[in-house]
């Protein structure tokens, strides 16, 4: 079986990010690059009985190397990423409730928190286009640039990461620093960090 160990890996995140409520049913979808190979979740299959076997295997213009099922209908969203960013190794794609719901109310993920530059600064909200098309994939790779992270207008939030563990955690904190933000917002008007608060953080991070 190709890219063994990535499949698994894939099974056990979709696992988590479903029993941390980043996913519901068979929403979102996660992918790892291994050279020029993507294992990628198939389309429409639940993730409580997810196996590696059903995970499949495509190659960089898309077509199947190893593959049960179809792939996820995001598959064009996943391989933009990799074409436009040659570091990244794993893209996870939610519907997280807190950066689905700010998707609809922003432009980009207001500084309420030091965690905003864990993202390369403030996470954007990629321009709405319909689920699976060209268009939303063009649209989140735009949203991405010097960034690991960001919203997708409408519909929900994309982490990416040198490998599938860094990506899942960014799509967890994406989801908090959300959540965050709709907590404070719905409380008063919250005060955001400045540019300087920001870049203190960023040189902090690198060292
Ligand atoms: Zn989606």
Same mark, same amino acid.
Request: aromatic share 6%; charged share 20%.
């Given at each position: 079986?190709?890219?063994?160990?990535?499949?698994?890996?894939?099974?056990?995140?979709?696992?988590?990010?479903?029993?941390?409520?980043?996913?519901?049913?068979?929403?979102?979808? =996660?992918? !790892?690059?291994?050279?020029?190979? =993507?294992?990628?979740?198939?389309?429409?299959?639940?993730?409580?009985? +997810?196996?590696?076997? *059903?995970?499949?295997?495509?190659? /960089?213009?898309?077509?199947?190397? #190893?593959?049960?099922?179809?792939?996820?209908?995001?598959?064009?969203?996943? +391989?933009? !990423?990799?074409? %436009?960013?040659? #570091?990244?190794?794993?893209?996870?794609?939610?519907?997280?409730? %807190?950066?689905?719901? /700010?998707?609809?109310?922003?432009? $980009?993920?207001?500084?309420?928190?030091?965690?905003?530059?864990?993202?390369? @600064?403030?996470?954007?909200?990629?321009?709405?286009?319909?689920?699976?098309? $060209? #268009?939303?994939?063009?649209?989140? =790779?735009?949203?991405?640039?010097?960034?690991?992270?960001?919203?997708? @207008?409408?519909?929900?939030?994309?982490?990416?990461?040198?490998?599938?563990?860094?990506?899942?955690?960014?799509? %967890?904190? /994406?989801?908090?620093?959300?959540?965050?933000?709709?907590?404070?917002?719905?409380?008063?008007?919250?005060? +955001?960090?400045? *540019?300087? *608060?920001?870049?203190? !953080?960023?040189?902090? +991070?690198?060292?």
């Amino acid at each position: 079986m190709l890219l063994t160990a990535a499949r698994e890996a894939i099974v056990t995140t979709c696992k988590e990010l479903s029993r941390a409520g980043l996913v519901v049913g068979t929403a979102g979808n =996660v992918s !790892v690059r291994d050279g020029d190979l =993507v294992a990628v979740t198939p389309s429409g299959v639940r993730y409580a009985g +997810l196996t590696a076997e *059903q995970v499949g295997v495509h190659r /960089l213009d898309g077509s199947p190397a #190893e593959a049960l099922f179809p792939p996820s209908s995001e598959l064009p969203l996943h +391989l933009a !990423v990799y074409a %436009a960013r040659p #570091e990244a190794r794993a893209v996870v794609h939610t519907h997280s409730p %807190a950066a689905t719901a /700010l998707s609809a109310l922003v432009d $980009e993920v207001p500084a309420v928190h030091y965690y905003t530059e864990l993202f390369g @600064g403030p996470p954007r909200v990629a321009r709405y286009a319909t689920y699976g098309s $060209e #268009e939303l994939a063009r649209n989140v =790779v735009h949203a991405l640039r010097d960034r690991t992270g960001c919203l997708m @207008g409408n519909h929900g939030a994309v982490a990416v990461g040198h490998d599938l563990a860094t990506a899942h955690e960014k799509s %967890a904190y /994406l989801e908090w620093l959300c959540d965050v933000y709709l907590r404070a917002a719905s409380a008063g008007t919250p005060r +955001l960090l400045s *540019q300087a *608060q920001l870049a203190a !953080v960023a040189a902090k +991070l690198t060292r």
